[in-house]
């Protein structure tokens, strides 16, 4: 599959520079929930809007596509690979964020592989936060996407961290909205109101949002 001209497709009618200061209210959160962690791995990176906007020290992304427009900021480690072989040493990082990529996968095996790989690259006490869609209330769209194929609820993502060797410390079944794509333009100032009024998460939420710790 083409995910350049996929996610063209995809975002064609949303502002990138608002999607991109959204994710920085985003990161900031996410990295504050984490602990704060100075070593930060995206897996799945993208254009880059989190990892770019994450306040760590030192900040890995990993994407199979080379994204002509070089987002990736300056200081960022990228990555050009798939992840079940890019080459990430072991033990290093005390933070890996996982953004809307299990449900890519083509099996529950791969999702288990790949979370043995970050386990093994987590160093002892580190954290992994994964967000994506959560099939309990979005099932309605959620075959919209068509790079979707598995199908996670909170209860699952929550599962599999623990067979591959973390322990779930944070469970929220409803966190973000679906997608940018919704009627609401994305907003800095809305996102970070959102995002410090978890009874809103309750109406608007349909991504989970899951931290296990090694």
């Known amino acids: 599959m083409n995910f350049q001209r996929l996610y063209e497709y995809r975002f064609r009618d949303v502002d990138q520079s608002a999607r991109t200061d959204v994710w920085k209210e985003i990161a900031g959160f996410v990295h504050e929930q984490m602990g704060s962690p100075e070593r930060v791995l995206d897996p799945a ?3 880059g809007e989190f990892i770019n906007a994450v306040p760590a020290r030192e900040r890995w992304a990993v994407d199979q596509v080379a994204y002509a427009e070089g ?18 040493p072991q033990e290093h990082f005390d933070g890996v964020w996982v953004s809307n990529f299990l449900e890519h996968l083509l099996s529950q095996e791969d999702c288990a592989r ?3 790989k970050m386990h093994a690259s987590i160093r002892p006490g580190g954290r992994i936060a994964i967000m994506g869609p959560n099939f309990r209330y ?10 979707h194929t598995l199908i996670f609820t909170h209860r699952a993502i929550a599962e599999h ?7 779930p ?3 929220e079944a409803q966190f973000l909205p679906y997608s940018f794509t919704g009627k609401l333009p994305p907003s800095p100032a809305l ?3 959102y995002l410090r009024t978890p009874a809103a998460w309750r109406v608007l939420g ?7 710790r090694r």
């Open 45 to 47: 990176a993208g254009r």
């Open 71 to 88: 987002t990736y900021a300056t200081g960022v480690r990228a990555v050009v690979s798939d992840i079940f072989t890019a080459d990430l």
């Open 114 to 116: 790949f979370l043995e």
């Open 138 to 147: 979005c099932s309605k769209e959620y075959f919209d996407m068509a790079d």
């Open 161 to 167: 961290l623990y067979a591959a060797g973390f322990e």
């Open 169 to 171: 410390e944070r469970i």
């Open 191 to 193: 996102t970070r109101r």
């Open 206 to 212: 349909k991504q989970f949002f899951v931290i296990g």
